[in-house]
């Protein structure tokens, strides 16, 4: 039973420049979060997806987008790229919106140069 | 504003002692709490929660506590094992609220020392 994959692993852009990650959840999830992990810092919420709907939203910029697809599986963009947005980020997915067990990818990390 | 705390960024401990974690918070409207445990290279692992009506829950060798007139919760891992060196992150939400995004603290590293 594959877990939560995330791709690409690692990826390096340059400021201004717009990204695409992708997630695909746990076998039988249908909910979506996207989390943002700067070096040191614990993960941030930036927002999550059910029944392709953004439900719940972070202190994070409209710079920021994603989708979910029929298949529960996500994308986050990341438009006009700043050197601050370099971070791991981070899938989670559960069953439903709930907070508890939540499983998480092994995450994308960022380089914005 | 940090509204949740982890105060000791790391933690070294004997092997077969006990390991404390620990965690504050400043949002009263906090209900519901989480334990996280993170390899390096791999995604935050659930471990265990604890309900706000409750003040203490066991899973193994894991124990929650939490005092909700402090907004202080710890983590006691009895006996600790060398496979539980990692990165423990206390998380939080207001799921009573209907507010299910995760509030994390910075984490604390827990080496265990054979």
């Known amino acids: 039973d594959a877990g939560v994959t995330q791709s690409p692993t690692h990826l390096i852009k340059t400021r201004g420049q717009q990204v695409t990650l992708r997630c695909s959840p746990k076998?039988?999830?249908?909910?979506v979060s996207w989390y943002q992990q700067a070096l040191g810092q614990g993960p941030q919420f930036i927002f999550q997806?059910?029944?392709?709907?953004?439900?719940q939203r972070g202190n994070f910029p409209d710079r920021f987008s994603g989708h979910q697809f029929p298949n529960y599986s996500s994308e986050l963009n990341v438009n006009a790229l700043l050197l601050g947005d370099s971070a791991l980020y981070l899938c989670?997915?559960?069953?439903?919106?709930?907070?508890?067990?939540?499983?998480f990818g092994s995450g994308t990390q960022l380089s914005v140069l | 504003d940090q509204q949740v705390k982890q105060n000791s960024p790391s933690l070294s401990v004997q092997e077969g002692r006990i390991s404390i974690l620990n965690c504050d918070y400043t949002?009263?409207?906090?209900?519901?709490f989480l334990w996280y445990k993170k390899y390096p290279a791999e995604g935050p692992t659930f471990l265990i929660s604890?309900?706000?009506?409750?003040d203490k829950n066991e899973d193994g060798r894991f124990t929650v506590f939490l005092n909700k007139s402090a907004k202080h919760l710890s983590l006691h891992i009895v006996p600790s094992q060398p496979g539980d060196s990692a990165v423990y992150f206390c998380?939080?939400?207001?799921?009573?609220?209907?507010?299910?995004?995760?509030?994390f603290g910075k984490g604390t590293k827990l080496s265990v020392i054979p």
């Open positions: 076998s039988g999830h249908d909910t």
């Open positions: 997806y059910y029944e392709e709907e953004e439900r």
């Open positions: 998380a939080a939400s207001e799921a009573g609220a209907g507010s299910y995004q995760l509030t």
């Open positions: 604890i309900s706000s009506i409750k």
């Open positions: 989670a997915s559960s069953l439903g919106i709930s907070p508890e067990k939540l499983f």
């Open positions: 949002n009263s409207m906090f209900d519901y």
